[in-house]
C-alpha cells in the first residue's frame, strides 16, 4: 500500500522488517492479523501492547503452519474517534499523567503541545536511574516533537514493536476512503447498513441478547473544520447533528465523490472498512468490541465483504514479588484475585481448624463432667461440693484460654484483612485490572527489550486468555 509507504517515511523510519511487511501486503499471498485501539497518551494501558503482542503471535504460529503464505501484524489507529475524553490519561507506577486536551475533531489530528511536553516533563523526572530510562526518554521526546498525535503513537509503538514487524495504519486518508466511497454511498443514500443488520439483530432479539452498539440510518460521520459530526437522515436530504449543513442527496452524492476523505465511519460501520482495504483474516479484541463485530455479520454478507476470525485478546497480569508473597502466605491462587475482598477474606479466616467456639465446647464438655461427677458422688457424696468448686474453677480458666485463643486468630484475620487489600490494591489500581490503568512503561523501564520479548513469547505459549507472571523487583517495593 502506497499510503502506508507514506506514513512511515513522513516518520522518518527505516526499520527493515516494517518495510518488507508493508511490500508483502501487495502480495496476494499475503494476510493481516489486525488489532486496533484508541490514541491513548503514549500509546495508553498494557493491554494495548498485549493485543499487539497477541497479533504477532499468531503471525508467528501462522508463518510456520502455512509457510506458502505471508502473515503481516496489523495496528489499526483510532485516528478519526473523536472522544477525548478516552485518550488524556495514563498511570505509570500509580503516578497520573493527565494531558487535558479538548475539542471534536479527529484525535489523530491533535498536535502535541506545552501540556503535553508537562506530562512528559514530569514522567522523565520521575524515572530518573531506571535502567532503561534512556530508551523510554528518547520514546517520549520523539512523542511530544511529532507533527500530530497519529504520527506520535505510530512512532512510539514502532520504536517498540518496528523490529517483529508491526504494520501501523491510520486510515484516515483520502486514497483510502475513494476506495470505500460505494460503501459510503450505500450507508448514507439508501441506508443499506441499517436494513442489511435486521436478520442478524433478529437473531439477537430471539436469544435476548442485548446488543452493544444500536444501528442508524446514518453510519456515518463528516469531517469538516477539524470537527467529526455525525450525518442525520431528514425528510428532504441529509443534515449534520448540529444542523450546522444540509445537502439534498445529489449534494451528498457529489460530496462523496468529491471529498470522500471527509466521512468517517463509525464504529459499526469502522470494521466494514478496515476488512475492504485490509487483506485481513483475523480481528484480536475484548469482549465488548468482539460482541459489536458479532453484531456486524449480515452486514457484511449485504456488502459482499469477507468477515475474519474472530480471537479474543489475551490477558496478561503481572503479579509483583509482594504479592506473589501475599499469596502464597494465604494459600491463594492467582486467579482467586478476581473475587471480591470479603469472599477471599472467608475463604482465609471461616474455615480456620484453631477457631475454637465456647457455647459449643462446654456443652460437649460439661456432658462429660456431669457423667463423672455422678460416678464420683456415688463413692462418696461428701465429695460434690469439692467437685462442682473445683469444676467451675476449671471451666472459667478453659473458657480464659479460649478467649485469648480467638483474640489471636481474630488479630491474624485483620493482619488478613490487610494483606488482601494489598493484593486487590495491586491487581486492580484504581478498581480496575492493572492491564487496563498502567501504562507498560513502567514494567519495560526495569527490563528493558525482553519485557515485549516476554509478551510476545507468553501470547504463543498460552492455551487460555489469562495469564499471571512475575515481573522485576521496583525499588519503591518491600
Not at 522518518?12 to 499475503?30: C, F, M, S
Not at 464504529?267 to 475492504?276: D, G, H, N, S, V
Not at 494489598?422 to 507498560?440: D, G, L
Request: hydrophobic residues 40%.
Amino acid at each position: 500500500m502506497y499510503c502506508l509507504k507514506n506514513q512511515t517515511q513522513a516518520l522518518h523510519l527505516d526499520i527493515p522488517q516494517v518495510n518488507e511487511n508493508i511490500e508483502r501486503i501487495k502480495a496476494p499471498t499475503t494476510y493481516t492479523v489486525t488489532c486496533g485501539h484508541q490514541l491513548v497518551l503514549w500509546s495508553g494501558p498494557l493491554f494495548v501492547w498485549t493485543k499487539i503482542a497477541h497479533c504477532i503471535a499468531i503471525c508467528k504460529r501462522l508463518q510456520i503452519q502455512f509457510p506458502q503464505y505471508q502473515f503481516v501484524p496489523v495496528f489499526w489507529l483510532a485516528a478519526e474517534d473523536h472522544d477525548t475524553a478516552e485518550i488524556q490519561t495514563v498511570h505509570v507506577f500509580g503516578k497520573r499523567y493527565h494531558w487535558p486536551v479538548t475539542g471534536n475533531g479527529p484525535v489523530g489530528e491533535l498536535i502535541p503541545n506545552s501540556e503535553l511536553n508537562n506530562c512528559r516533563i514530569n514522567l522523565q523526572n520521575a524515572i530518573q536511574g531506571m535502567p532503561f530510562a534512556d530508551a523510554f526518554n528518547a520514546a517520549l521526546n520523539d512523542f511530544q516533537n511529532s507533527k500530530h498525535l497519529s504520527q506520535a503513537v505510530q512512532g512510539l509503538l514502532y520504536r517498540f514493536f518496528g523490529s517483529e514487524g508491526l504494520v501501523c495504519i491510520d486510515a484516515n486518508r483520502a486514497e483510502l476512503k475513494q476506495l470505500f466511497k460505494n460503501q459510503l454511498k450505500a450507508d448514507i443514500l439508501h441506508q443499506e447498513t441499517i436494513k442489511a443488520s435486521l436478520q442478524t439483530m433478529q437473531l439477537w432479539q430471539s436469544k435476548q441478547w442485548k446488543p452493544v452498539i444500536g444501528f442508524r440510518p446514518c453510519n456515518i460521520f463528516y469531517i469538516f473544520e477539524n470537527t467529526r459530526k455525525r450525518i442525520d437522515k431528514t425528510p428532504t436530504g441529509f443534515e449534520l447533528s448540529d444542523k450546522s449543513k444540509f445537502w439534498t442527496t445529489s449534494e451528498m452524492e457529489l460530496e462523496i465523490d468529491s471529498n470522500p476523505e471527509r466521512f468517517s465511519p463509525n464504529a459499526l460501520l469502522r470494521p466494514l472498512y478496515q476488512q475492504y482495504i485490509l487483506p485481513n483474516i483475523m480481528y484480536v479484541a475484548g469482549p465488548q468490541e468482539l460482541a459489536y463485530w458479532l453484531q456486524l455479520k449480515s452486514v457484511f454478507k449485504h456488502y459482499n465483504i469477507s468477515f475474519p476470525l474472530l480471537s479474543l485478546r489475551y490477558m496478561q497480569i503481572p503479579l509483583s514479588a509482594k504479592t506473589i508473597r501475599y499469596l502464597h502466605k494465604l494459600n491463594l491462587q492467582p486467579i482467586d484475585t478476581f473475587k471480591t475482598e470479603q469472599a477471599l477474606l472467608t475463604a482465609v479466616t471461616c474455615n480456620d481448624p484453631l477457631t475454637l467456639h465456647a457455647v459449643e465446647w462446654n456443652a460437649t464438655f460439661k456432658s462429660r463432667i456431669e457423667d463423672l461427677g455422678q460416678r464420683i458422688y456415688q463413692v462418696d457424696a461428701s465429695l460434690k461440693p469439692a467437685f462442682e468448686a473445683e469444676t467451675h474453677k476449671y471451666l472459667k480458666g478453659i473458657e480464659r484460654l479460649i478467649s485469648k485463643s480467638n483474640a489471636k486468630i481474630k488479630s491474624n484475620a485483620t493482619q488478613f484483612q490487610q494483606q488482601i487489600n494489598n493484593i486487590k490494591n495491586a491487581v486492580f489500581p484504581q478498581h480496575q485490572i492493572i492491564e487496563r490503568t498502567e501504562h507498560p512503561a513502567q514494567w519495560y523501564l526495569l527490563e528493558g527489550p525482553d519485557f515485549i520479548k516476554q509478551l510476545i513469547m507468553r501470547c504463543e505459549q498460552l492455551e487460555g486468555e489469562i495469564v499471571f507472571y512475575a515481573t522485576a523487583r521496583h525499588n519503591t517495593e518491600s
